[in-house]
């Protein structure tokens, strides 16, 4: 089964950046779109960034437009996002996801944990 470990959260002042990471397993990853979802507390989920399957065409929420990019490694099989200029609002739970096709709309059919970004004031 296809698996995804997020890493790279952490606690970082306002105007700081990360850059997360979604490590993937399995052979369908270079076929799949990949999504950035995040959630915080008394939130409902939502998606942050989006990546087809070459890398060709990505999507990003208004809130964090000219901010955050997405990216993909396929070799690696990985999938990054890099936060920049974050604001306290951008804290949440961060999800990668994979998608059920190379491009969307589309089900996601395999998430990852989560890691935790914080962002302080």
């Known amino acids: 089964q296809v698996q995804l470990v997020e890493s790279g959260g952490g606690l970082v002042q306002a105007g700081g950046s990360l850059r997360l990471s979604c490590a993937a397993s399995g052979r369908t990853f270079s076929s799949r779109a990949m999504a950035w979802f995040r959630q915080a507390p008394g939130k409902e989920r939502e998606n942050v960034a989006l990546?087809?399957?070459?890398?060709?065409?990505?999507y990003y929420a208004e809130s964090v437009k000219g901010r955050f990019t997405i990216s993909r490694d396929n070799a690696k099989i990985t999938v990054y996002l890099q936060m920049n200029s974050l604001k306290p609002e951008d804290t949440a739970v961060y999800y990668c996801?994979?998608?059920?096709?190379?491009?969307?709309?589309?089900?996601?059919?395999?998430w990852g944990q989560g890691t935790q970004v914080t962002v302080s004031s």
């Open positions: 990546i087809n399957w070459n890398g060709g065409s990505t």
């Open positions: 996801a994979m998608g059920s096709g190379s491009s969307w709309p589309m089900v996601y059919d395999y």
